[in-house]
């Protein structure tokens, strides 16, 4: 962003993709993480004169407008956040949206409705993500830049993250930039001990992360839904918990080849069934009952990750230990992070890694800054982490890549 702001932007209209997919309940968003982190970026650009177009998208509207998921709330919270008035277009390319852009003066800031209601900006078709990509280019009148600065995007090959890079001089963000950075430090240059912490309800999601992360790290611990397909390739009956049946032998094989390092929990508390008040009970991993399912980690298990973690110097977090949005199942995934959170007291490097885990971290009312780095991305993060190519990050030749000094 550095290289664009120096070549000067007072008077150009600027594109900006953003990650704004907040989660909401109504129109009122639940977390405005997302929206926060967006603001270094798009208050450098307006401070700096430019006429700032934001993209974004929320949910996934399979390329129809649905009033539901509406930009709207968060046009409204963006320009909170920003301390300026922040328009929304009715449209993403249409006449309002071409209107809008011929109008905006030095410093304003619009934000197009959301850009998934246009289906070619998640079409397979590149000839129509390109058509779109050239209408969005055009928005900027001809002297115009692209900025990416929507991490939590930049694995997806779509028009507003990927093919519209290709028509404008284009940039990485400040928020792209600090997340590659904090993301290749924890697979290049993470102090030992390290220690990653892995939950959520699917095996499937997180095996190439497991196949990436293990071994490069001491210690990985595995919580949430998906340790009870480790348990049951361990052998052991898992009652009703989530089992992911077709990947207990690749989970055999990787606690076969990562004994040393695969740390999986010793209790858990399991429920008669999925509800917030469930008669729940702990028991030993061993001794899941049948008709149980396990919704959380024991207090056994938290004490003794949380002792790893404790000592670890690097640690990083993706996905909850069980249940947390039912009070009585959040106990691990508490335990844990404040685990994480006093080893980063003590001077230890963490990262949350998106999506659930920083939703967790916001729902139990923990200290954001009590870890070191509370990731926006998702699947953009664990893509990172795995080493796979994101093709948001491939298209801009300024952006921090895995392998180059970082020049944003
Ligand atoms: C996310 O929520 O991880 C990003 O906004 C990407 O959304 P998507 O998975 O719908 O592409």
Redesign the pocket.
């Known amino acids: 962003l550095q290289n664009l702001l120096a070549a000067g932007v007072e008077g150009r209209t600027v594109l900006v993709r953003s990650?704004l997919?907040v989660p909401l309940d109504g129109a009122t968003i639940t977390d405005a993480g997302r929206i926060d982190a967006s603001v270094p970026t798009l208050s450098a650009l307006a401070d700096a004169g430019a006429k700032v177009i934001v993209m974004a998208?929320l949910?996934?509207p399979q390329g129809a407008v649905d009033p539901a998921l509406s930009l709207a709330p968060v046009a409204a919270r963006l320009g909170d956040a920003l301390g300026r008035y922040v328009q929304l277009a009715a449209d993403v390319v249409g006449i309002d949206a071409q209107a809008r852009a011929e109008g905006l003066t030095d410093g304003d800031v619009m934000l197009l409705e959301n850009i998934r209601f246009d289906p070619r900006e998640t079409s397979k078709d590149a000839a129509e993500r390109a058509a779109l990509a050239g209408e969005l280019a055009a928005l900027t009148g001809g002297d115009g830049a692209f900025v990416s600065d929507?991490f939590?995007?930049v694995h997806?090959e779509q028009a507003s993250v990927f093919d519209v890079a290709k028509l404008l001089p284009h940039y990485a963000g400040t928020l792209v930039a600090a997340e590659v950075d904090v993301l290749r430090t924890i697979t290049e240059g993470a102090e030992r001990p390290n220690a990653v912490v892995l939950g959520g309800s699917k095996v499937s999601d997180k095996l190439a992360v497991i196949e990436a992360l293990a071994p490069k790290f001491d210690t990985l611990v595995i919580g949430g839904g998906m340790c009870f397909t480790f348990l049951a390739a361990q052998g052991l009956p898992v009652g009703s918990s989530l089992l992911q049946e077709e990947m207990v032998d690749t989970c055999k094989d990787l606690l076969d080849r990562f004994a040393d390092v695969i740390h999986l929990p010793c209790d858990i508390v399991v429920a008669d069934g999925f509800a917030a008040d469930a008669e729940a009970k702990t028991v030993p991993a061993d001794g899941i009952p049948d008709g149980w399912m396990g919704l959380d980690i024991g207090a056994e298990s938290v004490s003794r990750f949380a002792a790893v973690l404790r000592a670890a110097r690097t640690v990083f977090w993706n996905g909850p230990m069980g249940v947390f949005e039912f009070e009585r199942f959040s106990a691990g995934t508490r335990g844990i992070a404040e685990a994480i959170i006093e080893a980063t007291a003590d001077g230890a490097f963490s990262v949350v890694g998106?999506?659930d885990s920083a939703a967790a971290v916001r729902t139990l009312g923990l200290a954001e800054d009590g870890f070191s780095h509370i990731s926006t991305?998702?699947?953009?993060s664990l893509e990172y982490l795995e080493g796979k190519e994101l093709p948001g990050l491939a298209v801009l030749d300024d952006a921090p890549s895995p392998t180059a000094p970082s020049a944003p």
């Open positions: 990650d997919n998208h949910g996934r929507g939590g995007v997806r998106g999506g991305g998702g699947g953009a």
